[in-house]
C-alpha cells in the first residue's frame, strides 16, 4: 500500500460490533473515569470519544505534530501513541485540567496577555508541554524552551510569542515565590 | 469618520483576544469536537490511480457489513460544482473518472469509525487506466487524453496574453534588458486541524445543517444548494472555529458534501473527518509556477518595460485557478513603476491535488521572481540593490498601468525602517564570508474588488442588537480562522459605541443566524466586515445619542462616548451611562439595532481579467534577511528577520504583529523546506513527518515594525496584515543567499543539495545557479493591448 490514510489505517477487523472490550479505570485532571475500550483504543481517542474531554486536539494521530499532547505523571506524552490500557492508575493532566477551580493556570494567561494563541488548535498541547518544563525548570534559557517545545508544532504564531510567554510565566513564578 | 489615534478608546491597544479565554482552556469547540446525538461517522475510499476511467463500483460487500449504514458513489452526486463560477468542474465523488490518487470515489456512513474504514476495504472498484500528465511539460505536449473537455485546447485550463502600454516601445527605450528564468515549488497549507464536518438532516423540516471548519461557509452554501438540490433557505451551514486555514478550507469540499448526503439518506447525523494525509490530497496549496521574466532598464535603473511569463501546474481542478492565473501579474506594478508591461500566462491541467489559494495567493512566485531579477539587474548596471528599488518604487496616489489605483503606500517608510532596523548600511557587501544579507518589498491586496460570482449585493454585513442590560450584540458572517477577525468586529463596535472590547457578544458565522460576509480569503475581512462593523455601530448609535442628548440637555454633536459613558465633550461632567442612554432611547424608539454593510468601490479595469487586482487598498512589506550559510554541508541558517508592514493602523499591535510573525514563518518555511512534491505519479509526503516545516528550533529570531499610513479606504485606516508579509520573505532569503555564497538559488525551496550543487558549478567556472533552464516553447496568442484611460490617470 502506498498511502496510508483511509484505505492504509483500515483495521481488518475490530469494528464496535465485533471488538472485545476491557474495564479500565483512568486518573484524569484528579477525577476518576471506569471506561470499556478495546485494546488498541489511544488514549487521545478515548478523552475525546469517551469522555467528550474535546479540549485535547489532534493532528496526524501518529505522533508528529504533538497537538495531541497530555501529563502523564505531569510528564508530556503523545496521547495519540498512548494506549489507554497501558496507563491506568497514572495521573494524566488535559488542557479541561490545568485551570483549577475556575482560576487559570499562569501560562494559561501568559498565552491569552501575549496572543500566543491565534488559531488556538495546538494551544492545549503547548500549554502542556510548557507547563511541564516550568515544573522542571524554573528558569528555562530560551534554547531550553525551544528544546521542550519542538515536539509542538504550530502553523500560526511563529512561536515566539509561545517563548514569550513561557518567559513571562517564569518570571512571574519566580518573582511570586520570592 | 477616522480620528486622530489619540482619541481612540479601543482601537490601538494590544488588548487580549476576545476568544482567548476559550481557545487557552480547551473550551473552544472546533467541527471535530462536535457531536450530537445519533451520530454516526463517515469515511472516503480514494482513488488510487493518477488518472483512470472508473469501469464499475461494486459496493454490495460494504453494505452487508454489520454496522454500515449507507454508502454513496458519484452516481449519488452527479452535479458538478466549484468555488468559481468558471471552475464548476468538480464531483463530491468521482464520476466516470478520477483525476488524482487521493481523489474521493466512495463514501460510506457506518456506526463507527473503524467499521467505516472496515467497510472501504471491501468496495471494489475496477479501474482503466489512462496516461497520466504529471507535470507542465506533460501538460503542454500532451494533448489527449485530456483531464477535462473544457479549456482552450489540450490540458490548458486557461491563457492569458495582454499588454499595457506600448511594450515593444519601452524596451527599445532600455539601456539594458535581461531575461531570467525562476520556478516556485508548490506547496500546502498544513494547518493543524484536518478538515472536519458533521452534517444533519432534519426530515421534517427538510431541512440540513452542517458544522464545518471552512473559511467560506457563504460559499459551502452555494455549493450544497447546487449539488444537494435544495433551495438556500433549507441549507444552515454553521464554520466552526477554524483550527488554521491559510486558503486551505477556501473551498468547498467533498466530505462537507457527502456528509450532508449520507445524512440525508440514513436520517441521522454524520461526522466526517480527514485524516492527515487526506488533507494533503485536499490540497488547494500554492501552484507551483515555473516564470520568465524580461525586464527593460534604463542606465540609472529605471524600468522601461516588463514581461512577465508564468505557467502554472495547476493539479486537477479549477478551483480558484482562474483567479491565480491572474493573480501571478497583477501586483508586480503595485511595488514598482512598470510604465509598459506585457503577462502571458498558461494555467495547466495535471493528474495532482488540484492547487488554489494559499497564503498571499498567486503572488509570492512572482514576487520572488522579480525581487531577485532586481538584484541581478542592480548587480548589472553597478547599482545598490536599494537604489534600483527606491527608483521604481510606487508612491501614494499611483494608478498602475494595470489600472491598478493605490491609496496609501507605505513602501518608501517601510523600506527606511528596516534598512535602519537590520543595519543593512553596516552589513550590505561587509559581512564576512559566508554570511549575507538581502531585501525584498511586497504588497498585497485588502480585500477583492469584485467577488468571486458577479452580484450587486454587499460583501459583508454587520448586524448590531442592544440589550437593555447595556451590553450589545454583532452579527457577522464573518469567520474567524485565527487571524482575530472576532476580535476586530468586537473591538470596532465598541469603539464606536465607547463601550469595552468585551462587551460585546460576537454571534459569528452561521449561514441562518448572521448576515453575510463572503468568507476569509483575500485579506479582506478587516477592511470589509470592518466597514460594515462601524456603519451598524454608527447606525445604532444615533437614537442612542439622540435620546442621550434630550436626557443631558445638549446637542447631539457634542456627544461623545467612551468607557460605558456617553458624555458632553466641551463639559464631561455632563455625562450618562451607555446603559441608561440604551434604555432611554429603546424607551424613546423601541428595541435599538441596526444593519450596516460595505461594498468595496474600486474602479474596475475594461478588460479580461480585470477583476484580478483592484482592492480598496494595498499593504506593503519590507523584508531584511540575514543568513550564515554552511558552504560544506549546504545548509543555510536564517539568523534573523526584519520586517517592516505598512498596515494602514494597527487596530490592535499585538494582533497584527502576530499575523507579520506567522506569515515570516509561513514564508521561511517555503523558502527553505516545504514543497509538495510528487514521485512516480505519486505524492512524495503525504505526511507531518516527511513535510518539512519549521519548529521552534528552525524559527530565527523576527523584529517587526509596524508603518501607519492611515489608509483613506481602511476601517479607521487600517489595511491587511495577514497574508502580505509572507510574500517578501522568500526572495529576501534568496537575496541573502547570494550575497553570502555568491550562488543564485533560482528555484524554491532552497536546500542545502540545490547549495552545493551551485557552489559545484561555480567551482567549475559554471554560471553559479540552479534553477529551471528554460520555459517550455508556447506560442502565447497576440496580447490583448490594453491603455489606461486618460481620465484613470488623474
Ligand atoms: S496527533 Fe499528532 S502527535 Fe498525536
Ligand atoms: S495557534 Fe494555530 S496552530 Fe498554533
Redesign the pocket.
Given at each position: 500500500m502506498f498511502y496510508t490514510g483511509a484505505v492504509g489505517t483500515a483495521k481488518t477487523k475490530g469494528g464496535l460490533l465485533e471488538s472485545q472490550k476491557t474495564l479500565i479505570t483512568l486518573q484524569i485532571n484528579g477525577e476518576r473515569y471506569e471506561v470499556a475500550v478495546t485494546v488498541n483504543k489511544t488514549l487521545l481517542e478515548i478523552l475525546r470519544e469517551d469522555l467528550d474531554l474535546t479540549g485535547t486536539k489532534h493532528g496526524c494521530e501518529v505522533g508528529e505534530c504533538g497537538t495531541c499532547t497530555v501529563l502523564i505523571n505531569d510528564q508530556p506524552i503523545l496521547s495519540c501513541l498512548t494506549l489507554g490500557v497501558e496507563i491506568q492508575g497514572q495521573k494524566i493532566t488535559t488542557i479541561e485540567g490545568l485551570e483549577q477551580n475556575g482560576k487559570l493556570h499562569p501560562i494559561q494567561q501568559a498565552f491569552i496577555e501575549l496572543q500566543a494563541?491565534?488559531?488556538?488548535?495546538?494551544?492545549p498541547g503547548?500549554l502542556l508541554s510548557s507547563k511541564a518544563l516550568l515544573d522542571e525548570n524554573k528558569n528555562p534559557s530560551q534554547d531550553e524552551i525551544k528544546e521542550a517545545l519542538s515536539g509542538n508544532?504550530?502553523?500560526?504564531?511563529g512561536y515566539w510569542k509561545i517563548i514569550e510567554a513561557v518567559e513571562l510565566t517564569a518570571s512571574r513564578l519566580g518573582a511570586s515565590k520570592e | 469618520m477616522a480620528k486622530a489615534k489619540s482619541e481612540f478608546s479601543v482601537i490601538g491597544k494590544s488588548l487580549p483576544r476576545v476568544d482567548a479565554g476559550d481557545k487557552c482552556t480547551g473550551r473552544t469547540k472546533y467541527a471535530d469536537d462536535l457531536r450530537l446525538p445519533r451520530m454516526v461517522y463517515g469515511k472516503i475510499l480514494p482513488s488510487i490511480h493518477p488518472h483512470a476511467l472508473i469501469k464499475k463500483i461494486d459496493v454490495s460487500r460494504a453494505e452487508k457489513l454489520p454496522g454500515v449504514l449507507g454508502v454513496i458513489t458519484g452516481r449519488d452526486l452527479p452535479i458538478q460544482f466549484g468555488i468559481m463560477p468558471t471552475s464548476q468542474d468538480e464531483h463530491a465523488l468521482a464520476l466516470d473518472r478520477v483525476r488524482y490518487v487521493g481523489e474521493p470515489v466512495v463514501a460510506v456512513a457506518a456506526l463507527d469509525e473503524e467499521t467505516a474504514e472496515e467497510a472501504l476495504l471491501l468496495i471494489d472498484v475496477q479501474y482503466e487506466p489512462l496516461k497520466a500528465v504529471m507535470s507542465l511539460e506533460d501538460a503542454i505536449n500532451i494533448k489527449e487524453p485530456r483531464i477535462h473537455d473544457y479549456g482552450p485546447e489540450g490540458n490548458l485550463h486557461k491563457i492569458v496574453s495582454i499588454d499595457f502600454g506600448d511594450v515593444d516601445g519601452g524596451f527599445g527605450e532600455a539601456d539594458h534588458i535581461r531575461e531570467d528564468v525562476y520556478f516556485y515549488q508548490g506547496n500546502t497549507h498544513l494547518?493543524?486541524e484536518q478538515h472536519s464536518a458533521v452534517a444533519s438532516w432534519n426530515p421534517s423540516e427538510e431541512k440540513m445543517t452542517i458544522w464545518s471548519a471552512t473559511q467560506t461557509p457563504h460559499y459551502v452554501h452555494r455549493a450544497l444548494a447546487k449539488v444537494l438540490e435544495l433551495p438556500d433557505h433549507k441549507i444552515r451551514v454553521v464554520a466552526a472555529p477554524v483550527?488554521?486555514g491559510f486558503g486551505g478550507k477556501d473551498d468547498p469540499f467533498s466530505h462537507e458534501i457527502c456528509a450532508c448526503k449520507l445524512s440525508m439518506l440514513i436520517g441521522r447525523p454524520i461526522k466526517i473527518t480527514l485524516t492527515r494525509e487526506e488533507v494533503f490530497y485536499a490540497h488547494r496549496g500554492r501552484h507551483p509556477v515555473l516564470m520568465w521574466v524580461k525586464t527593460g532598464v534604463t542606465k540609472d535603473g529605471k524600468i522601461t518595460a516588463m514581461h512577465f511569463k508564468s505557467f502554472l501546474d495547476g493539479g486537477a481542478y479549477g478551483s480558484y485557478g482562474p483567479a491565480s492565473i491572474y493573480y501571478t501579474g497583477a501586483l508586480q506594478t503595485v511595488t514598482y513603476k512598470i510604465p509598459n508591461y506585457r503577462f502571458q500566462a498558461i494555467r495547466a491541467f495535471t493528474n495532482k491535488p488540484a492547487c488554489g489559494p494559499k497564503r498571499a495567493h498567486g503572488t509570492p512566485q512572482p514576487r520572488f521572481a522579480i525581487e531577485r531579477q532586481l538584484d541581478r539587474l542592480a548587480e548589472d548596471l553597478k547599482l545598490d540593490p536599494i537604489a534600483i528599488r527606491q527608483k521604481n518604487m510606487t508612491g501614494p496616489n499611483h494608478v498602475t498601468v494595470n489600472w491598478l489605483k493605490i491609496n496609501s503606500n507605505g513602501s518608501k517608510e517601510c523600506t527606511e525602517e528596516v534598512l535602519k532596523a537590520s543595519g543593512w548600511k553596516t552589513k550590505f557587501g561587509k559581512l564576512p564570508k559566508g554570511k549575507g544579507i538581502g531585501f525584498a518589498l511586497s504588497t498585497y491586496i485588502c480585500g477583492a474588488g469584485l467577488p468571486i460570482y458577479w452580484n450587486e449585493l454587499p460583501q459583508s454585513e454587520v448586524q448590531i442588537q442592544v440589550d437593555r442590560s447595556g451590553l450589545v450584540t454583532a452579527f457577522s458572517g464573518a469567520i474567524d480562522i485565527?487571524q482575530g477577525s472576532n476580535t476586530v468586529l468586537a473591538s470596532l463596535v465598541a469603539e464606536v459605541l465607547g463601550l469595552y472590547q468585551t462587551d460585546v457578544s460576537l454571534v459569528t458565522a452561521d449561514t441562518d443566524l448572521t448576515p453575510i460576509d463572503l468568507g476569509t480569503y483575500s485579506s479582506r475581512v478587516t477592511m470589509m466586515m470592518g466597514h460594515a462593523a462601524i456603519d451598524a455601530a454608527m447606525k445604532v448609535r444615533e437614537p442612542i445619542f439622540e435620546a442621550a442628548a434630550e436626557e443631558m440637555d445638549v446637542s447631539i454633536e457634542k456627544l461623545e462616548a467612551r468607557d460605558r459613558v456617553i458624555f458632553d465633550k466641551e463639559n464631561p461632567e455632563n455625562k450618562l451611562s451607555f446603559k441608561d442612554a440604551a434604555q432611554l432611547a429603546e424607551a424613546k424608539f423601541g428595541p435599538i439595532g441596526a444593519v450596516g454593510s460595505y461594498k468595496p468601490a474600486p474602479k474596475i479595469g475594461q478588460y479580461k481579467g480585470s477583476g484580478v487586482g483592484p482592492s480598496p487598498a494595498y499593504s506593503f512589506s519590507t523584508c531584511v534577511a540575514e543568513v550564515d550559510c554552511d558552504a560544506e554541508t549546504g545548509e543555510v541558517k536564517v539568523e534573523k528577520i526584519w520586517i517592516a508592514h505598512d498596515i494602514g493602523r494597527a487596530l490592535n499591535p499585538l494582533s497584527v504583529i502576530g499575523q507579520v510573525e506567522g506569515s515570516v514563518y509561513m514564508g521561511l518555511g517555503e523558502v527553505l523546506m516545504e514543497e509538495q512534491d510528487f514521485r512516480k505519479n505519486l505524492h512524495k509526503i503525504p505526511s507531518l513527518l516527511d513535510y518539512k516545516s519549521l519548529t521552534f528550533k528552525e524559527m530565527p529570531p523576527v523584529e517587526t515594525i509596524l508603518v501607519e499610513t492611515d489608509e483613506p479606504n481602511g476601517p479607521f485606516g487600517a489595511k491587511e496584515a495577514g497574508q502580505g508579509p509572507l510574500s517578501p520573505v522568500i526572495p529576501a532569503v534568496a537575496n541573502a543567499v547570494y550575497n553570502a555564497l555568491g550562488i543564485h538559488i533560482d528555484e524554491i525551496p532552497i536546500t542545502p543539495e540545490k547549495v552545493l550543487k551551485a557552489l559545484e558549478e561555480k567551482k567549475k567556472g559554471n554560471p553559479p545557479r540552479v534553477g529551471p533552464k528554460g520555459i517550455p516553447s508556447y506560442n502565447f496568442p497576440e496580447p490583448v493591448k490594453v491603455e489606461v484611460p486618460a481620465e484613470w490617470k488623474r
Open positions: 494563541a491565534q488559531c488556538g488548535y495546538c494551544t503547548m508544532l504550530c502553523r500560526c504564531t | 494547518p493543524m483550527g488554521g485565527g
